[in-house]
């Protein structure tokens, strides 16, 4: 059986997370806190980062490097398209939501009101949050201008674009700094992932002393 070594509330985790379920892939889930378990995680990636996923001896580190192996090794459910042009637009949605949207969204917000109060007990930077939630707006309305367009974010099938996208927003959503008044096509497609069985398991995530929106497991919401 697949084991995945993750942090709950991480948006790269739960990428993965989401990515086995979408697979139907039964993978043992072992949460960790790297910053205080660094030894046994760099023992696996130097990095000393989470996810990682390991495959009987094998250990594979990235969540886009996971995502890329569990294509090759499990295409039983293809996730990143059936062509080259479908696989070059979900990867191309994928890199905005794991590169744009993390340095201009997720790190300014995520970063800055979870891993600072769960590493060091540290209040976010409000001027940074400030910015992150500015910055959401124009994500949002790209997310419903897409959605306008497609069946799913980058075509008539769900794909790793989705699941990219919704792992991020599922953490921001968590601490309820999503405006989902902004943009009413990017809150339905939100609400069509947060329905799917693959999803519905991240809504149980907690953290100690850092409670979820009142709307965050809620279906409707």
């Known amino acids: 059986m697949l084991r995945l070594l993750h942090f709950p509330l991480g948006p790269f985790s739960r990428k993965v997370r989401i990515l086995l379920r979408e697979k139907e892939l039964e993978a043992s889930l072992e949460p960790v806190e790297p910053w205080r378990q660094r030894d046994q995680v760099a023992a696996l990636n130097p990095a000393a980062e989470v996810p990682v996923l390991l495959d ?114 599922s953490v921001l959503d968590y601490l309820g700094d999503v405006p989902w008044e902004a943009d009413a096509g990017a809150k339905l497609w939100y609400a069509r992932l947060k329905s799917r069985p693959s999803f519905r398991p991240l809504l149980a995530d907690r ?11 809620d279906l409707d919401f």
């Open 56 to 169: 009987q001896d094998q250990a594979i580190v990235d969540s886009a490097v996971i995502c890329e192996y569990l294509e090759e090794t499990r295409p039983e459910r293809r996730l990143l398209g059936v062509d080259p042009a479908d696989r070059a637009e979900v990867r191309r949605l994928v890199v905005w939501f794991d590169q744009k949207f993390l340095r201009e969204v997720t790190d300014l917000i995520w970063r800055e009101k979870v891993l600072k109060f769960v590493t060091d007990r540290e209040p976010p930077n409000s001027a940074a949050v400030r910015v992150g939630v500015a910055n959401l707006h124009a994500h949002l309305a790209y997310i419903g201008y897409l959605f306008e367009q497609r069946n799913w974010l980058a075509g008539e099938h769900i794909s790793l674009a989705d699941i990219a996208a919704g792992a991020h927003l």
């Open 207 to 217: 953290i100690p002393c850092l409670k979820p929106a009142a709307h965050y497991d």
